[in-house]
């Protein structure tokens, strides 16, 4: 069985930094893409942050610039690095993957991100 374990999430202040981590369990096989989605209160799922196995990324507009993702030298890692933080980015992060055989998304549990103004 998958597991996604997520990590690195916290309080902190307007403009600080922070790095999430998420480490998978199990199979990587046919693992597609790894990534981060957010929920804030009240708020839909957005997607973040997103990292192919072939290290192609995409990024939300309101994070582009300012969150770098990237994939551990195990396989099965992927970091958040999460810079000039704003309130706005208040959240509960998840980790996801994507497979391909069979198609399917794991998630993680979710870490809460915090920001104070």
């Known amino acids: 069985q998958v597991q996604l374990v997520e990590s690195g999430g916290g309080l902190v202040q307007a403009g600080a930094s922070l790095r999430l981590s998420c480490a998978t369990s199990?199979?990587?096989?046919?693992?597609?893409?790894m990534g981060w989605y957010r929920q804030a209160p009240g708020k839909q799922r957005e997607l973040v942050a997103t990292?192919?196995?072939?290290?192609?990324?995409n990024y939300a507009d309101s994070v582009k610039g300012r969150f770098t993702i990237s994939r551990g030298n195990a396989e099965n890692t992927v970091y958040l690095q999460m810079n000039s933080l704003q309130p706005e980015d208040t959240a509960v992060y998840y980790c996801?993957?994507?497979?391909?055989?069979?198609?399917?998304?794991?998630w993680g549990q979710g870490t809460q991100v915090t920001v104070s103004s």
């Open positions: 199990g199979t990587i096989f046919s693992i597609n893409a």
């Open positions: 996801y993957a994507y497979y391909v055989v069979p198609p399917r998304i794991s």
């Open positions: 990292i192919t196995t072939g290290d192609t990324t």
